[in-house]
């Protein structure tokens, strides 16, 4: 029943920036930390992301410089802005909400970057 949704992915050029969004249904999101996945083909998914319910934030070393996890608690939201985007940024992008007892996925937003 909980729903976690994304959307903002697309198809961009090395260089440009996307920002992703993921809105959750869960009434007491602002307890929940909050993740950003990613899985390339052929790749495991790997953790891109996190954010605390104190706004903590911690990311990927592939990512730090470039991306950026904010949230919204009025708007049960979170995002993930990506700037400078590379063609190995490519993948579907998926939202995570961890209550400390639970974890809900999101069903993924592609991100194609083309060189």
């Known amino acids: 029943q909980v729903q976690l949704v994304e959307s903002g992915g697309g198809l961009v050029q090395a260089g440009e920036s996307l920002k992703l969004s993921c809105v959750s249904s869960?009434?007491?999101?602002?307890?929940?930390?909050m993740g950003w996945y990613r899985q390339a083909p052929g790749k495991q998914r790997e953790l891109v992301a996190t954010?605390?319910?104190?706004?903590?934030?911690n990311y990927a070393d592939s990512v730090k410089g470039r991306f950026t996890m904010s949230r919204d608690n009025a708007k049960n939201a979170v995002y993930l802005q990506m700037d400078r985007l590379t063609p190995e940024d490519t993948a579907v992008y998926y939202c995570?909400?961890?209550?400390?007892?639970?974890?809900?996925w999101g069903q993924g937003t592609q991100v194609t970057v083309s060189s």
């Open positions: 995570n909400a961890d209550s400390g007892i639970f974890t809900y």
């Open positions: 869960r009434s007491v999101f602002s307890r929940d930390t």
């Open positions: 954010i605390t319910n104190d706004y903590r934030t």
